[in-house]
T-cell receptor
Framework: GNSVTQMEGPVTLSEEAFLTINCTYT??????LFWYVQYPGEGLQLLLK?????DKGSNKGFEATYRKETTSFHLEKGSVQVSDSAVYFCALRDLYNFNKFYFGSGTKLNVKP | SQTIHQWPATLVQPVGSPLSLECTVEGTSNPNLYWYRQAAGRGLQLLFYSVGIGQISSEVPQNLSASRPQDRQFILSSKKLLLSDSGFYLC????????????FGEGSWLTVV
């Protein structure tokens, strides 16, 4: 079956540090992959996505590359800010039952000034 | 552009009381609609999804039900709330195609006391 696995949090970084949040998936075929961000008390917002292998999604300085060889979609940012503190969710859309999305458990990021 | 709204944003209900959360989507036709629950500090749990009026798929048997009386309206209900129903409820929508994105509402905080 489909599943998404994210690294455990919380992740605590100093401002301007490099960020990596690992995400690996299990799925049939090559589903669309997503990163969402959730700020305290709010719904999830789409951060970036990739719809096929080797695609790179990017937005607001965040990047993630769809790696079919390692079934991974790691989120990276070169220099984090305090305002990036949030919970980040990796997700995939089932390619064959595309009414269903699968989410990781979320990784909380704390950025200190 | 498409927008999604859900309400109420916050509610405190006694055990055994009924529940009704409502969600509407604007700017699109025949969307897939979803209800998720997020317990405090946890990931997302898919409760229900719907691909059309009157069509409801239940993912987890529990004390809740969902209805879709109109194309862009999705309602989450309970006849008698339990303490374990407390959480953050998120409505979401997507288009019915394999590469589409899922978009979330602002969320509703439910505390059962």
């Amino acid at each position: 079956g489909n599943s998404v696995t994210q690294m455990e949090g919380p992740v605590t970084l100093s401002e301007e540090a490099f960020l990596t949040i690992n995400c690996t998936y299990t799925a049939t075929g090559y589903p669309s992959l997503f990163w969402y961000v959730q700020y305290p008390g709010e719904g999830l917002q789409l951060l970036l996505k990739a719809t096929k292998a080797d695609d790179k999604g990017s937005n607001k300085g965040f990047e993630a590359t769809y790696r079919k060889e390692t079934t991974s979609f790691h989120l990276e940012k070169g220099s984090v800010q305090v305002s990036d503190s949030a919970v980040y969710f990796c997700a995939l859309r089932d390619l064959y039952n595309f009414n269903k999305f699968y989410f990781g458990s979320g990784t909380k990021l704390n950025v200190k000034p | 552009s498409q927008t999604i709204h859900q309400w109420p944003a916050t509610l405190v209900q006694p055990v055994g009381s009924p529940l009704s959360l409502e969600c509407t989507v604007e700017g699109t036709s025949n969307p897939n609609l979803y209800w998720y629950r997020q317990a405090a500090g946890r990931g997302l749990q898919l409760l229900f999804y719907s691909v059309g009026i009157g069509q409801i798929s239940s993912e987890v048997p529990q004390n809740l039900s969902a209805s879709r009386p109109q194309d862009r309206q999705f309602i989450l209900s309970s006849k008698k709330l339990l303490l374990s129903d407390s959480g953050f409820y998120l409505c979401a929508w997507s288009v019915g195609e394999p590469w589409g994105t899922i978009y979330f509402g602002e969320g509703s905080w439910l505390t059962v006391v």
